[in-house]
């Protein structure tokens, strides 16, 4: 019966958590009987022409991010036959986590790529792009930083990035990031009808003195800050908004007149065109918005 089989366990040096590429010594344990043939397993599949007591054995990098999860039993000729298995020793790995900023992207945009490994301290990081191993960037002890910038974005910048984070001590690396795509809009020209398009709206058509009136400024993707003018494009903003909508509260007829609005991301600031113009006519009786061609 199997509660009568003797069961194994796994010993493993070094001792404690153990990381994907370092080498460890694996050691299968069974206290009754002799004559053992011992088995092995990772993720529940049978490590090939490992049949020792003792192995040693490289943990790979696991880019799935699962488990990797050992085991190991024991075989005989002679009764029992078999032993249970062992149960399974667990091999951790701290996961690098990538931020791509902004995303998606126009050409001509600076974007921002940020590796960081929760646990531990002291990473250098390396980043990938279309996982065929290509390093587009990697810090050094003079440059440890984090963040990776790709200024002046083109379309052949888009693809698949991921990150991961090496260091000298225990974990000497980490598992790989899970990929982000990064997508570009649009192709790159010089004439400024190839930037981004906004389109400004109002919530209302007729408008009377002290009536309140909302400006919308409609720009695809996001982390854009909104900037609204007044008259002339080329004039400074009449105000700045983290938000696409611009409120006037109480108008009165002074308010009056052509209204458009831009909006703007990154450092330096990269710039959508300007949105057409739309007219607000206030006065005491009736008011009509008339969006000019």
């Known amino acids: 019966m199997c509660g009568n089989l003797p069961t ?37 599949q049978t490590l090939p022409n490992q049949t020792s007591k003792t192995i040693r054995y490289i943990i790979p990098i696991i880019k799935t991010g699962q488990t990797g999860l050992y085991r190991c039993e024991g075989m005989r000729t002679e009764r029992p036959q078999r032993s249970q298995p062992s ?31 929760g646990s531990y301290s002291d990473w250098r990081y390396k980043r990938h792009k279309d996982r065929n191993d290509t390093v587009v960037s990697q810090s050094g002890s003079s440059n440890p930083g ?18 991961e984070g090496h260091r000298v001590s225990r974990p000497t690396s980490s598992q790989p990031s899970t990929d982000i795509t990064l997508t570009v809009l649009g192709q790159f020209f010089c004439s400024m009808s190839l930037f981004p398009k906004v389109t400004l709206s109002s919530d209302q058509k007729d408008v009377l003195t002290a009536d309140s009136v909302t400006l919308t400024c409609t720009v695809e993707s996001s982390g854009w800050r909104f900037y609204w003018y007044r008259h002339r494009q080329d004039s400074e903003p009449v105000a ?54």
């Not at 399974?88 to 490994?117: F, H, M, Q, R």
């Not at 984090?146 to 990150?163: K, R």
Request: hydrophobic share 25%.
């Open 146 to 163: 984090a963040s990776y910038t790709i200024n002046t974005i083109s379309v052949s910048d888009q693809g698949q990035y991921w990150c």
């Open 87 to 117: 149960n399974d020793l667990s091999i951790t790995l701290p996961k690098a986590t990538l931020l791509v900023k902004p995303n998606p992207v126009y050409p001509g945009e600076t974007v921002t790529l940020t590796c960081s490994v």
């Open 240 to 293: 700045k908004t983290s938000g696409s909508s611009y409120t006037f509260s109480q108008v009165s007829v002074s308010d009056g007149g052509q209204y458009r609005c831009r909006a703007g991301r990154g450092d330096p600031v990269y710039y959508t065109q300007y949105s057409e113009p739309v007219h607000i006519q206030v006065t005491g009786e009736s008011n009509t918005f008339n969006k000019i061609a």
């Open 8 to 44: 194994a366990s796994v010993r493993v040096s070094p001792h404690g958590l153990l990381y994907s590429g370092e080498t460890v010594t694996l050691q299968c344990d069974i206290s009754d009987y002799t004559d053992w043939t011992y088995r092995w397993y990772q993720n529940n």
